[in-house]
DNA sequence: CACCATAAGTTCCTTTAAGAGACGCACAGA
DNA sequence: TCTGTGCGTCTCTTAAAGGAACTTATGGTG
């Protein structure tokens, strides 16, 4: 139900978690990416209520994750583009595909596979190090304070 | 809300927001990925509900991504920590650190910096292809139907 | 023209989850 | 015995999600 926002916090955890943290945010997102990006194709697809749909549409055009655009004047029909900043929160979602594939997917194996353009060969996402180019993940780094930091007393 | 359970969908994403797309879920992931472990440093720290702080723990130790275990025998005192599964997790939660540094911490900076132990260098994370370890986005991929995609008729 | 269909929402009502705070239990130390 | 701490549970209120009917604008068909 989330009645506490988080965008307040001084945690850029907390803060995207404020912009896509809301249910459904991710897939609707999901879906844009892959050319489900109106209303009705939307709400089928997804079998999430209008109600709702409206809402989280309105707030990720509002965040500028999402870019409503006119399609056809008269009728006038919509459809949702992302934008920048919504192509890249496309990087979380591929990271969340790879978890699910590999801790929820089972016997079936995964429901998608990604083509890469650059090597042409089926792969999946990996964490690297943007100084090092080397792998890196939560046990081989140092948490450290940062300019953002909340000032503690 | 959500009463809708994304568990049954056939993709990741949705099996992952299973997991852990309720609010709170990750912030208290990334507390007890920097040691705060304990019920009531987590709801002093989060100003959650104990209620609801209650309900998640459950929820993450029920489906493996957090142990519960005992600390003190007398008195009896527990302590959450990440498993393997949990420990993954924290894959995404750095990735949704990047996301928030580049467009939500403003002026200020990033909250928190990662020294890589490999470089010793502060770096953040990239997604890279796992084919080929360059880098690797939405943009430069093809989206195929896995072994485990909904059956379309 | 009358009638139905489609896209994109809006409105209303019910159900369920989140928030807040009081309460409970087991023990330790003074 | 009294107070404090850790780890929860219980209860009550409020807000959000689900579901379905309704609206508006328009185009197509008989």
């Known amino acids: 139900m989330q009645r506490t926002r988080f965008g ?13 943290g809301e249910p459904w945010s991710p897939l609707i997102l999901r879906n844009v990416m892959v050319g489900i990006s109106r209303f009705d194709q939307l709400q089928r697809n997804l079998g999430i209520s209008r109600k709702v749909l409206t809402e989280r549409l309105r707030w990720l055009v509002d965040n500028d994750v999402l870019e409503r655009r006119r399609y056809s004047e008269r009728p006038p029909r919509y459809e949702y583009a992302l934008t920048a900043k919504g192509t890249e929160l496309c990087d979380l979602l591929m990271v969340m595909v790879r978890w699910g594939d590999r801790w929820t997917a089972g016997e079936a194996g995964p429901p998608v596979l990604y083509r890469h353009h650059a090597c042409g060969e089926i792969g999946h996402v990996e964490l690297h190090c943007s100084a090092c180019d080397r792998p890196m993940d939560v046990t081989g780094i140092d948490i450290l304070p940062g300019p953002g930091a ?4």
Chains 1, 2 share one sequence.
């Open 8 to 20: 307040d916090m001084a945690c850029s955890i907390a803060r995207t978690l404020d912009v896509i």
């Open 150 to 153: 909340a000032v503690t007393a």
